[in-house]
């Protein structure tokens, strides 16, 4: 049983896995997951190909948010960059999927930079605002540079072809986004090890404080727009290729709202609670459609009443969270852990 | 010119009505330092309330007005009390993704209760248009114009001069000195949202009046914010002039330029214009720069 937390080398304590334990339901997760596509049906593949693809976008915002402390309202504008980057390169140039995913993420992170530029003199409300407008102005540029965009009508695209194999189905996408999520996640987990990572924390903490400590605020903000938008530009790129259409409909403000309610119920800066955050949030207004879809059978004309019960379920699961739980669910989850570890001797 | 003109007329027209909602929505953030993402919503359900009283109870218009002022009072003392002052001392993107959710809840709920349909109100000022020698105003536009000034000024006057007014600037400019001063600070806060709700309320009773109501009218509220920004978070002045700024460009900006870029530069050129304004002057044209210590 892990009780005591010493370390006796440095490697010990700059361990990913720090016990033997969690190593051992790292590979039951591993496990699961791949087992997983083989029992599921389709309709929980799309789900979870879902859920994956939204993990990579929060993943992205909640570095920028939860970490750096630069609140964005624009996260689905650099979403709908990388899908519409990924979209074109394929169906004008033809290039492979392969390509397009870190190429949607360049694009996305390009013009993160340039929505970024302003924090360089505002921050706080003020940078936030200014993030809203970036989404305004996103919108508008998908549904008006017609030329490119396709304007309202979208553009469609093919299944995307991986060494030769076409992920034309559920089952087969799967298979694609589950190694980007791993790789998204690793990746996260580990900026936070290094000076990048701890300069994010540092300005979240105390922005003066940071800077007088020899950090250059202007660029390490720059840096968290740019990986936070080059994470959404690939989740774009995973989501296009998945829907195969994209419509500026797909990125409104209410996206981006999404992805906060996401990296809010799942718990601000926390790799972990992202994963929960996501999950969470796809799943749960799912599964409260259904349950209505079941009411409508039943009645109807009481549709009416019950549709609109989703925008209140989502807005008071966001108010409920930040009033009763406000380190979101992986707080939870960490006291489910302590509960256990410590069980039945709690003190 | 004539087209200038009239643009120019229709947007001061509007703009009065954003100074208003952006007056609320300066009162509440100097106040509590409180961005109110749900104002736009505040904003429908004044309209709503409007349309149930003088419409489903048939009231007549002044008594509405004043019952409307008193539930939308009610509201944002609602809101502060259950909501936000549990989120006392919370990092600004908590409070800013509550009053979203509020935002989400208010929108859902007022579905529920007057269904998503587009409903109308009953002709309540004249319809002539107004001619005003030099340009002509839909008599609804100008009547709103009317109530949107009166209220900013009334706001304004209360806001100097009155007492409560006096102890609401004291507890925005320093909470530990109002204190000490024997203001209720807390109280000053629960004031502040049930003014701003107020405001917002009046707002949308006249939106709604010009272009009718449904449970999406909220969406309105997002311009508020080029307006309250360009003017200054904790300006109550760059609010109003902020308002009228907004209101002209946006007209300007779909007369001239909507026929070249399509429809939606009437709504975007605010936010250009924000992004513009903020890159020369970071608080705004009149906000008050912080000054942070460690």
Not at chain 1, 115 to 127: C, H, I
Not at chain 1, 278 to 306: C, D, G, H, R, W
Not at chain 2, 255 to 277: C, E, H, N, R, T
């Amino acid at each position: 049983m892990h009780i005591g937390n010493f370390k006796e080398t440095y490697d010990a304590d700059e361990a990913v896995f720090r016990t033997p334990t969690v190593r051992w339901w790292m590979g039951a997760l591993f496990v699961a997951l791949a087992i997983f596509p083989f029992a599921a049906d389709d309709y929980l593949l799309y789900m979870a190909n879902l859920t994956g693809i939204a993990i990579v976008g929060a993943l992205g915002l909640n570095i920028l948010t939860g970490f750096a402390g630069q609140i964005s309202l624009g996260h689905a504008a650099f979403v709908g960059v990388g899908a519409y980057t990924s979209a074109i390169l394929t169906t004008r140039l033809g290039m492979p999927f392969l390509l397009c995913l870190p190429l949607s993420g360049l694009m996305a992170a390009a013009l993160g930079v340039i929505v970024g530029a302003p924090s360089m003199r505002m921050k706080g409300l003020y940078l936030c605002i200014a993030t809203l407008a970036a989404q305004m102005i996103f919108m508008f540029v998908f549904i008006h540079w017609e030329s490119l965009t396709g304007g309202i009508r979208g553009i469609n695209v093919p299944p995307p072809t991986i060494f030769g194999l076409k992920a034309d189905t559920e089952f087969k996408y799967y298979f694609v986004t589950l190694p980007v999520v791993i790789l998204a996640v690793a990746a996260t987990r580990n900026i936070f090890r290094t000076r990048v990572g701890r300069a994010f924390i540092a300005i979240r903490d105390r922005d003066i404080s940071a800077e007088l400590m020899g950090i250059n605020l202007f660029r390490y903000k720059l840096y968290a727009f740019a990986i936070s938008s080059f994470m959404a530009g690939v989740a774009g790129c995973l989501w296009v290729n998945f829907i195969k259409i994209v419509t500026p409909e797909h990125f409104p403000l209410h996206e981006s709202i999404r992805y906060l309610a996401m990296i809010i119920v799942g718990g601000l800066g926390s790799v972990l609670g992202t994963i929960f955050g996501a999950i969470f949030m796809t799943l749960v207004p799912e599964i409260l459609k259904n349950i209505l879809s079941i009411f409508q059978a039943m009645n109807p004309t009481a549709m009416s009443y019950l549709f609109p019960l989703q925008s209140v379920v989502f807005g008071a699961m966001i108010v409920g969270f930040l009033v009763l739980e406000p380190h979101g669910l992986a707080e939870i989850w960490r006291r489910m852990k302590d509960f256990f570890r410590l069980w039945p001797f709690e003190y | 010119m004539d087209i200038f003109l009239q643009l120019m007329v229709s947007g001061v027209a509007v703009g009065g009505i954003y100074a208003l909602i952006a007056l609320g929505f300066v009162l509440i953030y100097k106040a509590t330092s409180i961005l109110n993402f749900a104002t736009g919503e505040f904003m429908m359900l004044g309209a709503y309330f409007c349309y149930t009283f003088l419409v489903l109870l048939g009231l007549p218009v002044i008594p509405t007005f004043l019952i409307v002022m008193l539930c939308a009072a009610l509201l944002g003392f609602l809101v502060e009390r259950l909501i936000l002052r549990h989120m006392l001392g919370q990092p600004t993107i908590s409070i800013v993704m509550a009053t979203i959710g509020l935002g989400s809840i208010l929108t859902g709920l007022a579905e529920i209760l007057w269904s998503s349909d587009f409903k109308s109100f009953p002709q309540i000022f004249p319809r002539a248009p107004i001619d005003l020698g030099f340009a002509i105003v839909r008599s609804n536009m100008f009547y709103g114009f009317l109530i949107s000034i009166t209220a900013v000024i009334v706001f304004s006057l209360i806001f100097k001069y009155a007492k409560v007014g006096i102890a609401m600037r004291a507890t925005a400019n320093d909470q530990m000195a109002a204190y000490s001063m024997g203001i209720n600070v807390r109280s000053m806060f629960t004031l502040a949202w049930a003014l701003g709700a107020i405001a917002a309320g009046l707002g949308g009773v006249v939106i709604g009046n010009i272009g009718g109501i449904q449970p999406n009218l909220g969406q309105i509220g997002l311009k508020i914010f080029p307006v309250v920004i360009l003017g200054g978070l904790d300006s109550i002045g760059g609010a109003i002039l902020g308002g009228f700024i907004i209101g002209v460009v946006e007209n300007l900006a779909g007369g001239y330029l909507g026929p070249y870029f399509g429809g939606g530069v009437k709504d975007l050129a605010p936010f250009v214009l924000l992004v513009m304004i903020l890159m020369v002057k970071p608080y705004g044209l009149f906000g008050k720069r912080e000054i942070e210590r460690l």
